[in-house]
């Protein structure tokens, strides 16, 4: 059973960095075609890619963002982090992290499964 | 950048059949995948590479995908299935994209 559970403050000041932790079961990130993304939701709003790593450890990052994320993988303990630095306001919302797979040739499967999400609320 | 569209809400009677639609320029050449997301809950994958269904997932579920239109269909609607939807594609230029997401309710 494949299971991903996200990890990090609730509340950062703006200016600080986030840093979050995706900690995973049931699968290897050093298996070929792997890969586990971050996606983050406002509250009511739409949900928004944020980054991806690949077993490769190929790193992807949104256009939008890229300036200010990070995303790291540590094999041996099954976890991906992601930083995100100059925290603001707009940034409150849900982060989740999901795996996906690489079925080459440019195709990507969808997101899943997907962890339950951690609220990080960014306030002074 | 590549860009998603959705109805934002769609409504339905119970037992009748539900569709959403996610529009995008070409998508018919694209894999297009499915999130159904409950209030408070993550988003679940229901449709895959347009059509396919995760395991567990119902066959009242279903996905078509042609020219600049792409289809999530729920044939005989329940209360239960009352939820957010997103289609979402991977794009060269745009990586990862999901559309605004679409509200389903169940009259």
């Known amino acids: 059973q494949v299971t991903l559970r996200e990890s990090g403050p609730a509340l950062v000041k703006p200016t600080q960095t986030l840093t979050l932790t995706c900690t995973f079961s049931?699968?290897?990130?050093?298996?070929?075609?792997?890969?586990v993304s971050w996606i983050r939701q406002p509250p009511g709003k739409a949900l928004e890619w944020l980054a991806l790593?690949?077993?490769?450890?190929?790193?992807y990052y949104s256009t939008s963002l890229k300036t200010r994320l990070t995303i790291s993988k540590d094999t041996s303990k099954n976890q991906v982090v992601l930083t995100m630095t100059n925290m603001d306001p707009v940034d409150t919302a849900t982060y989740y992290c999901?795996?996906?797979?690489?079925?080459?040739?440019?195709?990507?499967?969808?997101?899943?499964?997907w962890g339950q999400g951690t609220l990080v609320t960014v306030s002074s | 950048s590549y860009v998603l569209t959705q109805p934002p809400s769609v409504s339905v009677a119970p037992g009748k059949t539900a569709r959403i639609t996610c529009g995008g320029n070409?998508?018919?050449?694209?894999?297009v995948h499915w999130y159904q997301q409950k209030p408070g809950q993550a988003p679940v994958l229901v449709v895959y590479?347009?059509?396919d269904r995760p395991s567990g997932i119902p066959e009242r579920f279903s996905g078509s995908n042609s020219g600049n239109t792409a289809t999530l269909t729920i044939s005989r609607v329940e209360a239960g299935d009352e939820a957010d939807y997103y289609c979402?594609?991977?794009?060269?230029?745009?990586?990862?994209?999901f559309g605004g997401g679409t509200k389903l309710t169940v009259l």
């Open positions: 999901a795996r996906i797979r690489y079925y080459g040739s440019g195709s990507y499967s969808g997101f899943d499964p």
């Open positions: 049931g699968f290897s990130l050093s298996t070929s075609g792997m890969c």
């Open positions: 790593i690949d077993w490769d450890d190929d790193k």
């Open positions: 070409n998508i018919g050449s694209k894999s």
């Open positions: 590479d347009d059509s």
């Open positions: 979402q594609v991977w794009d060269s230029s745009s990586d990862w994209v």
